[in-house]
Nanobody
Framework: VQLQAFGGGLVQAGGSLRLSCAAA????????MGWFRQAPGKEREFVAA????????YYVDSVKGRFTISRDNAKNTVYLQMNSLTPEDTAVYYC?????????????????????WGQGTEFTVSS
C-alpha cells in the first residue's frame, strides 16, 4: 500500500486547511487510516483515525471539535479537515494505514498498529 499526502503550506492562526491522503495498491490490506503529526523538537503523536468503513473515528483531545477525519472510498482517499488552527498545530503531518483487529482509542492511536506510512506533508500556522 502506498500513501501520498497533500495539502501542506502556510496558514494564519484561526484559519482552515484540508489535508488529503491517497492510498494506492493493495487497499484491501487495510481497515483503518490515521493521521499523525510531529512538531519541531517533539515526538510524533496521534491526531485522528478512522475505520475504512468510516463508522469509527477517534481524535486526540487537543483537536476535538476542530479537526474532522473523513474518507472517500471511491477515491481511496482520507481527508483531515482542520479548522481554528493555532501555531501549536504546526507540524509535519503523516497519514498511515494498517490492518488490525482491535478496537478502542488505544488501538487506533498506537503507531505500531499502522504498517504503511506516507511521506508527510508540512504546514505552518502563523500567529
Amino acid at each position: 500500500v502506498q500513501l501520498q499526502a497533500f495539502g501542506g503550506g502556510l496558514v494564519q492562526a484561526g484559519g482552515s486547511l484540508r489535508l488529503s491522503c491517497a492510498a494506492a495498491g493493495s487497499i484491501f490490506d487495510i481497515n483503518r487510516m490515521g493521521w499523525f503529526r510531529q512538531a519541531p523538537g517533539k515526538e510524533r503523536e496521534f491526531v485522528a483515525a478512522t475505520s475504512w468503513s468510516g463508522g469509527i473515528t477517534y481524535y486526540v483531545d487537543s483537536v476535538k471539535g476542530r479537526f474532522t477525519i473523513s474518507r472517500d472510498n471511491a477515491k481511496n482517499t482520507v481527508y483531515l479537515q482542520m479548522n481554528s488552527l493555532t501555531p501549536e498545530d504546526t507540524a509535519v503531518y503523516y497519514c498511515a494505514a494498517g490492518q488490525v483487529y482491535c478496537s478502542g482509542y488505544g488501538c487506533y492511536s498506537a503507531q505500531n498498529r499502522y504498517s504503511y506510512w506516507g511521506q508527510g506533508t508540512e504546514f505552518t500556522v502563523s500567529s
